[in-house]
C-alpha cells in the first residue's frame, strides 16, 4: 500500500494548506489529525465513508466550526478560524452538502446575496440582484425563473444556486461538498466542465463525492478520509475505483448484479393506467414477487408523485391499483402499510426522520403497535429489541440504540430508515432514492439488504437517478419523463453488457422515445 | 335601630389565634383589588397611617397584580395560612371571595369588606363597610347631569364592567331618578356601555359614541376612565354640546372641572375607605362593636351608619372646580 | 431545526399578494356592512379617529414584523413600551425640564437598551426567543415596578409636553375631526421599515436568518449584528409607542398596556406574517392590525350590546382565518406539503 | 448505583438545573421566612392554589408537546365552569334536599364535556383547517369568554348546592382533596404521554409531523386528540375553579394564562415541540408556587414576584445552556429526550 505524497501535478503555489485539524463533539472525534494541502489549479478530491469527517473538514476551513487545533492557511494567510467571513474574505468558497440555502428568499436573491454582502452593500437594488443572478447562471448555462422562492425550485435546481452562488465570487479556494447527489448524468457533465475550466483559471477546487467515476474524472490528486484520519493522498492518474474503495473501506466491494429466482408470476401490485392531472399520466405497471422494478428519469419526471400515490398521500384522479390482484384505493398511509405497502421517502431529514430523537424511537415509530403490549401501552422492553433488531439486520455501524440519529453518518440514517420498512414486512417496498449522500460500502450494504429482501419474495420499487444502481439491483425498469412511463426494459436489456450506459442515454435524453421537452417540474 | 354586630364570636376568637408569637399586636391584611394603581395607593396610605395611630396594630396592604378575581383570592388564601387577625377585603368579585372569606372566618379570623354591600349579612364576612349609600351617590351623580341638560336630550352611560355591582347600583339608582325626574332625557343605549377600566378602551368608546351619536346631550361614566377619557375626547374636539357627569379623582377631573370639560364628578377618600375599614376590623378583633353614631375616626364616618351588616358613612366627596390649587390634589 | 417543510407552492409572491388581497377585501366588506348598518360610520373623521388610535398598534405591529421575520417571537414589547415611556416620565419629572425631545430620547435610548439585552441573551445562550422575552418582559415590568414605583401621573402631573404632543393634528377639517401627528410617524415608520427590510443588506438579512439561520451564519451573515437590531428596533418602536400612548390618553398609568401583547401578535399574524420566520410584509402587518382595529371599534356603530362584543369579535375573526387556512391547506395538499400545521 | 447516578448527572441536566434551582429557592425561604411557612396549613393552602391552576399549566404543557399552543385553556375552563356552575344554580334545575351529590356530579360533568367541546373545537381548528394553533386558540379565547359574557350578561353564577364547596376543603390525611386529584391527573398525563402509543405520536408529532405523517401516523387525529385531551383537563380545572369560588363568571383567571405559559417553559418544555416532561412540571410547579406563596407571606409587591420570576426563568434557560454545552451525544432514556442539536438556531 502506498501511502507516499502523490506528486503535484504543476508548480504552482500552495492555495490551501491544513495542518493538524482535530475536531471533537462531545465525544465523537470528527477529525483526529488532518493535514491537506491544495495547490492552485489543483482538483483535489476528498473521499471517504459517511461520517468520515469530510464535511467537517470544509466547515473547518469555511469557518463554520473552529478546530479544536491545528491551523488553516490560504495562500499563506493564516485563518483565525471559526469566523466564515473571514474565510470568504480570504477567498474560500463552499457549496455546502445541506446547500445552506434560504427556502422563502428568490432565486435569484439566493444566488447574489454572497456577493452582495462580500461587496458590501448595504441599499439592495433588485435589478442588480438579478443581474448577477443572470450572469452566474449563464457561466453554468442554466435557465431559471428568477423570481420564485427555492422552495417552489426542484432539488436538482437548487443545487445548481448554490453552485451559482458559489461561483458569483471570486473564489481561490472551491470546496464542492457531494454537489451531484440530485443532479442526473446531463447535469453532472456540464458541473465537471465547469471544474475544469475554474481549475484553468487557478482556483483551487475540493471536491468531495461518493461517486468514484466522478472523482476519477475530475481529480488530480484524492485524499482518502477515514475514521476522522486521513489515510492517504494518491495521485488520481495512478489509482482505479477499485483501489479507492479499498483505502476507504478497507475491503473489496463487488455489486453481485440482482437476478430474480422465484417462479411465481402472479403479480403483488398492478397499477392500470393511474392518472393525476399536473403529476403524471397513465401509469401501467406490475411488479411480482422478487421483483426490483427501477423507476427512473429526470428529476420532476413523477416518480415521486406515483409513490406518493400509492403510498395514500397524493390520491389518483383516475385509473386503478391492485394488490394481489384486488383492486384498492389507497387513502392513507396508514391504509397503505395495512395494505402491506411500505415507502422509503425521498428526503430521510424532512419526510423520514426525527432527528432529535433516538434510533429506537425513529425504528418504532412507523409500528408503535408491535411494541405495545396491552392495547395502547408501549413496552420499552419490546421496543429496544424491535430497534436491536433492526440496527443489527441493516449493519448500521452505532449500534447503541438509543443513538440520536441526527448524529448518525448519512449512510447509517439512511439505513435506519430503511430497516424500520424492512421491520414491517411489507408485500411493496417503494425505495425513493435510497442512497443519495451513501458512502460506497453503505451503498453496498444497503444494496445486498434490498436484494435480500427481493429474494424472499417481496415486491421492490427502486427509484433512483443512478444508472449504475439501476442496473446493479433491478431485473425490470421503467423509465419516466415529464408524467409518463417512455421506456420499460426487461431482465434481458438488463443483462446487457452495456445497459448502464444505454440507461444514462435514456434517461438524460427521452426525447429519443418521445417528444418530450426537458425541463424540470414541481 | 340598634346597628350592633358581633353576633359571632368572630371578635374573641380572633384575639385567641393572635397568640402566635407576633407580640400580642393585632395583625390586619387589607387586600385592595390590584396593586399600584393610583387609587389602592391611596388606599394604601389610609392604611398606613392607621397603623401609626394604633400602636398595637400591625396594619399591612398586600394585592394581587391584575384585577383577576382568582389572583385576590390566592392573596386571601396566603393570608388565612399566616393566620392574620383580621382581613379587609375590597373585592374584585364578591361572589368569587365568598367562601374563601368563610373559610377565614371559620378560621377564627375577623372578615371587613368595603364596597361589597352584597355580602353583607351573610357567613362571609363580619361587616361591610361603605362610604356612603350606593342609590344616594348614584342619584348625585345623575341630578347635576340632569339638570345641565337642561333636562332634556339623548344621554349615554359608561361603566367600568358590567359586572361590577357599585358601578351598576349607581348606574341603575341614577336612571331610577331620571326616569322620575326628567321624563324628557333619552337614554339611548340598552346597556351602559363598558370599558373594562381600560383607558385605551374608554377612549375610543368615547370617539365612537360621539360619531354615532351626533346629538348627544349627556354623558355619564361610573369609572375614573370613562369620564375622564370622555372629557378629554371632548376638549380635543371642542364640543362644549355634551355635558358630563360621573366618578373621578380630584388629579384627574380636577383641570376638566376647571375648564368646564366635566360639568360634575364626585368620589370618595380611598385613604378614608382604607382607614375606617381597618378600624372596623380592630374593634372586631377587640370583641367590640361598631354601632350607629360611632366616629371611626376619619372624615366623613364620624357618625356612621350601621343597618344589615353595613356601615355607612357619609364621605361622599363632590369635586368642583377651583377646589384645589394646582397641582396639590390629595389623591 | 426539526420544523419542517412548509408551504412550497409556486406562486410565493403570488400567494402572498392574495394574503393582502384578501384582507383588503374583508375589510372593504366589513366596511361596507357597517356603513350600512350605521350610515355615521362612514365620515372622514371616524376614519381619523380610528387612524389615531391605532397610530400605537401600528408600531408595535412593526416592530412585531420584524422580529416575526428575523424567526423570532417577542412578547415583551409592551412591558417594553411602558417601561421606556415611565422612565421618560420619571426623567422629565425628576429633573423639571419639561421637554418631549427629552423625554423621546430617553425613553427610546432605554427601549433601545432593553430590546438589545433580549438579544444579547437570545444570542449568547442560543435561547428560544419566545422564553427569553416572556421573561424579561416579566423583569423588566417587575424591575420597573421595585425601582421607581409603580406611581401614576394624571393630566395636569405629567409632563405638559407630552399632553400637547398628544393633540397635535397635522390637517383639521372642521367638524369632523383632526388627523393626528400620530399618523404621520406611523407613517413614516412603515415607509423606513419597508425601506429597511427590502432594500436594505440589514433587512435582507433578517429574512435571511428568518428562513435559515444556520446557512446565514455560513454565508457570513453576522447573526449577532442582525439579531441585535432587531430586537433594539422592535424596543426602539415600543419605546415611541409608548410615549405616544401615554400622552394620547393624557395618564401615565404604569401598569397599564402589558396583557395587549397577544393581539398585536395576532394582528400581524392575521397579515399573512409567517411564524417561524422568512416571510411576512409591511403592507400585510398593517393590514392585519386594520382588520383588528375594526373588529373592535365599530361596535358601537353596530350598536352591538357590550354582552356580546367579544362573541362578535370572536366569531369574525374566526371566520376570516377560516376563509384564509382552509383554502391555503387545500393549496398545499395538491402542492405535496405534508404538514398538517 | 453509582453508574446510575453518573448517568442522571450526565444526561439530566435540566433536571438537575430545575431541582437545585427549587434547593437555592426552598434554602433562602428557610433562612427568610418564620417556621410557619412550612407549617401544614400553609402547606394546605399552597396545595389548594397550585390544583386548579396545576391542571391549566399540564394542559399547556400537552399543546406545547405538539409545538401548540393552547391561548383558550383559562377562557375555556370558565366557560366549562359557567356552564357546570348554572346546573348547580338552581336556575333550571331546582335543587332539593335530596338531590345536591347527583346534581354536583353532574355539574361536575356538564364542565368535563364542555371543556372538552372547547378542546374539540381547538382541535378542529388546528387539524383539520390548519390554523397555526396560536391564531386558532386566540380566537377561541375571544370566543369562549364572549360566548360566556353573552350567556351570563357577565353575572356571577352562583352555586347552591353546598357539597360543591365542601369539596375543595376536603382531605385525605392532611392532604387536600383537589391536590390529590391533580395529583392523580398529572400521574396518569405522564404514563399516557410517555408510555402509550398516543403519547408517542404526540411527541414524535412535535418533533418533526412531515415524518410521522410518513411513518403511518394519524397526524390529525393525533393532534385533535390531544386538543380533547387537554379539554378535559381545562374542565376539570374548570371544576376546581367553581368549587373554590362557589361560584362562576366570565373573565376570572385571565392572568393565568400567561403563568401557565411561564411554568410550562420554565419546566423544559420546548414552544416548538418534542421536548416536554410531566415530572419536571411538577418541580416548576412547586417552586413557582412557592415563591409566590412566600413572597405573599412577606408582605412583598406582587410586582416583585414579577420581576423573580422572570429572572428565575432566564437563570434556569441560561442553565440548561450551560449544562448542554457538556452533554455528551446519547439520547438518555426512553423518555421523552431532552437532546439538541447543536445548530446555530434559537428559535
Ligand atoms: N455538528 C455536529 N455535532 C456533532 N457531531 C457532528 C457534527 N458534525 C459532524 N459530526 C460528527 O462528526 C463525524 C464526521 O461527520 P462529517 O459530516 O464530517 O462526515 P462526512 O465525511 O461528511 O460524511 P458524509 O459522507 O455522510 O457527508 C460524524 O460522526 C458526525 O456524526
Ligand atoms: N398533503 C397532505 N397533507 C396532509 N394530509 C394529507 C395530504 N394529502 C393527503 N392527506 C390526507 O388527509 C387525511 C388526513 O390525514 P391524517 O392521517 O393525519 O388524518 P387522520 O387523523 O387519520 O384523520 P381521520 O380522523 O379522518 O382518520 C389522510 O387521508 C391523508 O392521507
Ligand atoms: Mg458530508
Ligand atoms: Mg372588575
Given at each position: 500500500m502506498q501511502d507516499d505524497e502523490a506528486e503535484p501535478t504543476t508548480g504552482e503555489a500552495i492555495a490551501l494548506d491544513a495542518a493538524d485539524l482535530e475536531k471533537t463533539f462531545g465525544g465523537v ?5 488532518v493535514s491537506v494541502q491544495v495547490r492552485a489549479g489543483e482538483v483535489a478530491c476528498l473521499i471517504g465513508e459517511n461520517g468520515s469527517g469530510k464535511s467537517t473538514f470544509v466547515k473547518i476551513v469555511s469557518g463554520v466550526h473552529r478546530p479544536d487545533s491545528g491551523t488553516v492557511s490560504v495562500h499563506g494567510q493564516p485563518l483565525a478560524g471559526g469566523d466564515p467571513r473571514e474565510a470568504i474574505a480570504a477567498g474560500v468558497q463552499v457549496i455546502y452538502q445541506d446547500l445552506a440555502l434560504f427556502d422563502d428568499l428568490s432565486v435569484a436573491e439566493n444566488i447574489a446575496m454572497n456577493r452582495l454582502i462580500h461587496d458590501g452593500t448595504r441599499v439592495v437594488r433588485r435589478s442588480r440582484m438579478r443581474e448577477i443572478a443572470r450572469e452566474t447562471l449563464a457561466r453554468v448555462g442554466v435557465e431559471l425563473d428568477l423570481d420564485v422562492p427555492i422552495s417552489s425550485v426542484s432539488f436538482a435546481n437548487r443545487q445548481i444556486v448554490a453552485i451559482c452562488r458559489a461561483l458569483s465570487m471570486n473564489a481561490r479556494v472551491l470546496f464542492m461538498d457531494e454537489p451531484t447527489t440530485a443532479l442526473t448524468t446531463k447535469e453532472v457533465r456540464r458541473l465537471l466542465r465547469i471544474v475544469a475550466e475554474l481549475k484553468e483559471l487557478g482556483l483551487a477546487i475540493v471536491f468531495i463525492s461518493h461517486k468514484l467515476d466522478e472523482v476519477m474524472e475530475v481529480a488530480d490528486s484524492v485524499t482518502v478520509f477515514r475514521d476522522g484520519s486521513k489515510v492517504g493522498d494518491f495521485a488520481a492518474d495512478q489509482m482505479d475505483t477499485g483501489q479507492l474503495t479499498y483505502h476507504m473501506t478497507g475491503h473489496e466491494v463487488v455489486h453481485e448484479p440482482y437476478v430474480r429466482s422465484q417462479d ?5 401490485l398492478e397499477l392500470d393506467e393511474l392518472t393525476r392531472a399536473g403529476h403524471y399520466e397513465n401509469i401501467s405497471l406490475s411488479v411480482r414477487p422478487g421483483d426490483i422494478v427501477g423507476v427512473t428519469g429526470l428529476l420532476g419526471s413523477g416518480r415521486t408523485e406515483v409513490a406518493l400515490s400509492l403510498f395514500g398521500l397524493n390520491p389518483a384522479d383516475s385509473g386503478t391499483v391492485r394488490i394481489d390482484g384486488k383492486q384498492v384505493e389507497i387513502t392513507s398511509p396508514i391504509m397503505a402499510m395495512k395494505l402491506g405497502i411500505a415507502l422509503l421517502p425521498e428526503s430521510r431529514q424532512e419526510q423520514g426522520l426525527f432527528m432529535g430523537y433516538s434510533a429506537e424511537r425513529n425504528i418504532s415509530a412507523a409500528q408503535l403497535d408491535r411494541v405495545t403490549t396491552a392495547p395502547g401501552i408501549l413496552s420499552t422492553r419490546r421496543e429496544r429489541e424491535l430497534a436491536r433488531e433492526v440496527i443489527s439486520f441493516m449493519g448500521v455501524n452505532n449500534r447503541e440504540p438509543r443513538t440520536v440519529v441526527g448524529n448518525l453518518s448519512g449512510g447509517n440514517q439512511q439505513k435506519i430508515v430503511i430497516g424500520r420498512g424492512v421491520s414491517m414486512s411489507p408485500k411493496i417496498y417503494i425505495l425513493d432514492s435510497p442512497t443519495v449522500g451513501v458512502d460506497i460500502g453503505a451503498k453496498a450494504e444497503i444494496y445486498a439488504r434490498i436484494q435480500a429482501m427481493a429474494r424472499d419474495g417481496m415486491g421492490v420499487i427502486l427509484i433512483s437517478d443512478e444508472p449504475e444502481e439501476i442496473a446493479a439491483n433491478c431485473n425490470r425498469v421503467v423509465v419516466m419523463h415529464d408524467g409518463r412511463i417512455v421506456e420499460r426494459l426487461d431482465s434481458d436489456d438488463v443483462a446487457a453488457e452495456d445497459f448502464a450506459d444505454r440507461l444514462g442515454s435514456l434517461i438524460t435524453d427521452p426525447g429519443q422515445t418521445s417528444e418530450g421537452h426537458t425541463e424540470a417540474r414541481l | 335601630a340598634c346597628g350592633s354586630v358581633g353576633e359571632s364570636g368572630g371578635g374573641a376568637a380572633g384575639s385567641d389565634g393572635n397568640g402566635g408569637g407576633d407580640g400580642g399586636q393585632i395583625e390586619i391584611g387589607l387586600v385592595p ?5 393610583s387609587w389602592f395607593q391611596r388606599m394604601e396610605e389610609g392604611v398606613t397611617s392607621f397603623d401609626e395611630d394604633h400602636e398595637d396594630v400591625s396594619a399591612f396592604q398586600t394585592g394581587p397584580d391584575s384585577e383577576d378575581a382568582a389572583k385576590q383570592v390566592a392573596v386571601i388564601e396566603d393570608l388565612i395560612a399566616q393566620n392574620v387577625d383580621a382581613i379587609v377585603v375590597v373585592p374584585n368579585d364578591p361572589q368569587a371571595v365568598a367562601p374563601v372569606l368563610e373559610r377565614a372566618r371559620n378560621n377564627g379570623i375577623v372578615v371587613v369588606t368595603h364596597e361589597a354591600p352584597a355580602l353583607a349579612g351573610t357567613e362571609s364576612i363580619d361587616l361591610d363597610v361603605e362610604a356612603f349609600s350606593n342609590q344616594e351617590f348614584g342619584e348625585q351623580m345623575f341630578a347635576p347631569l340632569a339638570e345641565a341638560m337642561g333636562g332634556e336630550g339623548q344621554l349615554v352611560g359608561e361603566v367600568g364592567s358590567l359586572t361590577s355591582e357599585t358601578h351598576m347600583a349607581w348606574y341603575n339608582a341614577g336612571l331610577d331618578y331620571i326616569e322620575e325626574n326628567y321624563p324628557d332625557i333619552e337614554v339611548v343605549s340598552d346597556q351602559p356601555y363598558e370599558d373594562n377600566n381600560s383607558d385605551s378602551t374608554a377612549r375610543s368608546n368615547a370617539q365612537e359614541i360621539l360619531r354615532a351619536y351626533p346629538d348627544l346631550a349627556g354623558f355619564v361614566g361610573t369609572s375614573v376612565s370613562a369620564l375622564a377619557n370622555f372629557a378629554a375626547i371632548l376638549e380635543e374636539q371642542g364640543n362644549t354640546d355634551v355635558a358630563t357627569s360621573g366618578l373621578s379623582l380630584p388629579s384627574i377631573a380636577g383641570p376638566y372641572l376647571d375648564d368646564g370639560w366635566i360639568t360634575h364628578a364626585q368620589t370618595w377618600d380611598p385613604a378614608g375607605a382604607g382607614y375606617v375599614s381597618c378600624y372596623v376590623a380592630m374593634q372586631l378583633v377587640n370583641g367590640e362593636d361598631v354601632a350607629t353614631g360611632d366616629d371611626l375616626g376619619y372624615e366623613g364616618y364620624d357618625d356612621v351608619t350601621v343597618e344589615d351588616g353595613i356601615v355607612s358613612g357619609n364621605a361622599t366627596m363632590l369635586l368642583e372646580s377651583g377646589q384645589f390649587s394646582d397641582g396639590e390634589y390629595p389623591f | 431545526m426539526s420544523t419542517a417543510t412548509v408551504s412550497t407552492t409556486r406562486g410565493w409572491i403570488r400567494r402572498l399578494r392574495g394574503v393582502e388581497l384578501y384582507l383588503a377585501v374583508v375589510i372593504v366588506v366589513y366596511i361596507a356592512v357597517v356603513g350600512i348598518v350605521n350610515p355615521l360610520f362612514l365620515d372622514i373623521g371616524t376614519l381619523f379617529d380610528m387612524l389615531r388610535s391605532g397610530a400605537g398598534v401600528a408600531l408595535l405591529a412593526l416592530g412585531v414584523l420584524t422580529v416575526l421575520v428575523s424567526g423570532g417571537i417577542d412578547v415583551s414589547f409592551t412591558a417594553i413600551a411602558i417601561v421606556s415611556a415611565y422612565v421618560g416620565v420619571r426623567t422629565a419629572l425628576a429633573t423639571g425640564i419639561d421637554n418631549l425631545w427629552l423625554i423621546l430620547f430617553v425613553a427610546v435610548t432605554v427601549g433601545t437598551l432593553l430590546g438589545a439585552l433580549n438579544a444579547v441573551i437570545i444570542y449568547a445562550f442560543r435561547l428560544p426567543t419566545l422564553i427569553v422575552t416572556l421573561g424579561t418582559a416579566s423583569a423588566y415590568h417587575g424591575a420597573m415596578a421595585v425601582l421607581l414605583g409603580t406611581t401614576s401621573y394624571s393630566r395636569v402631573q405629567m409632563p405638559q409636553s407630552l399632553v400637547e404632543f398628544g393633540v397635535v393634528d397635522i390637517l383639521r377639517i372642521p367638524g369632523h375631526g383632526g388627523l393626528s401627528v400620530y399618523v404621520a410617524i406611523v407613517a413614516f415608520f412603515a415607509v423606513l421599515t419597508w425601506f429597511i427590510l427590502q432594500r436594505t443588506m440589514l433587512g435582507r438579512s433578517i429574512y435571511a436568518v428568518g428562513s435559515n439561520e444556520e446557512s446565514a451564519s455560513r454565508l457570513g451573515i453576522n447573526i449577532f449584528a442582525t439579531k441585535l437590531f432587531v430586537y433594539s428596533y422592535t424596543g426602539f418602536l415600543g419605546a415611541l409607542m409608548g410615549v405616544m400612548y401615554v400622552s394620547q390618553l393624557k395618564y401615565v398609568n404604569p401598569v397599564s398596556l402589558i396583557g395587549t401583547e397577544l393581539l398585536v401578535l395576532a394582528a400581524v399574524l392575521v397579515g399573512g406574517v409567517r411564524l417561524t420566520g422568512g416571510v411576512g410584509t409591511v403592507l400585510g402587518a398593517l393590514l392585519g392590525v386594520v382588520l383588528l382595529r375594526l373588529f373592535v371599534s365599530t361596535l358601537v356603530f353596530l350598536g352591538l350590546d357590550s354582552n356580546w362584543n367579544d362573541l362578535f369579535f370572536g366569531s369574525v375573526l374566526l371566520a376570516s382565518l377560516i376563509v384564509m387556512y382552509y383554502r391555503q391547506r387545500a393549496r398545499n395538499r395538491r402542492a405535496l406539503v405534508f404538514a398538517t400545521t | 448505583m453509582v453508574e446510575k447516578l453518573r448517568t442522571i448527572l450526565r444526561y439530566e441536566s435540566e433536571l438537575i438545573v430545575l431541582v437545585v434551582a427549587a434547593v437555592i429557592t426552598v434554602v433562602l425561604f428557610a433562612a427568610f421566612l418564620s417556621v410557619e411557612f412550612f407549617a401544614p396549613a400553609n402547606l394546605q393552602s399552597m396545595a389548594i392554589q397550585m390544583s386548579g391552576f396545576g391542571f391549566l399549566a399540564l394542559a399547556m404543557g400537552i399543546a406545547m408537546l405538539s409545538g401548540g399552543i393552547d391561548l383558550s385553556v383559562v377562557s375555556a375552563s370558565v366557560l366549562a365552569g359557567i356552564a357546570g356552575a348554572s346546573v348547580v344554580s338552581g336556575r333550571f334545575i331546582p335543587v332539593t334536599e335530596g338531590n345536591g351529590v347527583q346534581l354536583a356530579l353532574l355539574g361536575a360533568l356538564t364542565c368535563v364535556v364542555v371543556g372538552m367541546l372547547c378542546g374539540l373545537l381547538n382541535g378542529f381548528l388546528i387539524a383539520k383547517i390548519s390554523i397555526p394553533p396560536i391564531l386558532a386558540t386566540l380566537s377561541t379565547m375571544i370566543l369562549y369568554s364572549g360566548i360566556g359574557m353573552a350567556a351570563t350578561s357577565g353575572q356571577s353564577v352562583p352555586v347552591v348546592v353546598p357539597v360543591v364547596g365542601d369539596f375543595v376543603n376536603a382531605t385525605f390525611a392532611g392532604v387536600p382533596a383537589v391536590f390529590l386529584l391533580l395529583v392523580l391527573a398529572l400521574a396518569i398525563a405522564g404514563f399516557v404521554l410517555n408510555r402509550t402509543r398516543f403519547g408517542r405520536r404526540l411527541y414524535l408529532f412535535g418533533e418533526n409531523q412531515v415524518a410521522l405523517r410518513f411513518a403511518g401516523g394519524r397526524t390529525e387525529r393525533t393532534i385533535l386528540l390531544s386538543y380533547v385531551m387537554i379539554g378535559v383537563l381545562v374542565g376539570v380545572a374548570g371544576i376546581i375553579m367553581v368549587a373554590r369560588v362557589n361560584s362562576a363568571r366570565t ?5 393565568y394564562l400567561l403563568q401557565a405559559i411561564l411554568v410550562v417553559v420554565l419546566a423544559g418544555f420546548n414552544p416548538y415541540g418534542g421536548r416536554g416532561r410531566v415530572g419536571m412540571l411538577v418541580i416548576a410547579l412547586l417552586l413557582l408556587q412557592g415563591i409566590s406563596s412566600a413572597f405573599n407571606a412577606m408582605q412583598l409587591s406582587p410586582y416583585f414576584t414579577n420581576l423573580v420570576w422572570g429572572a428565575l426563568l432566564l437563570a434556569v434557560m441560561v442553565g440548561n445552556y450551560v449544562a448542554r454545552q457538556h452533554r455528551p451525544r446519547l439520547a438518555p432514556k426512553p423518555g421523552p429526550e431532552p437532546a439538541q442539536s447543536e445548530e446555530v438556531g434559537t428559535r
Open positions: 472525534r470528527a477529525l483526529r489529525g411465481d408470476d402472479t403479480p403483488i | 383589588k390590584v396593586e399600584g394603581i | - | 373573565g376570572f383567571g385571565e392572568s
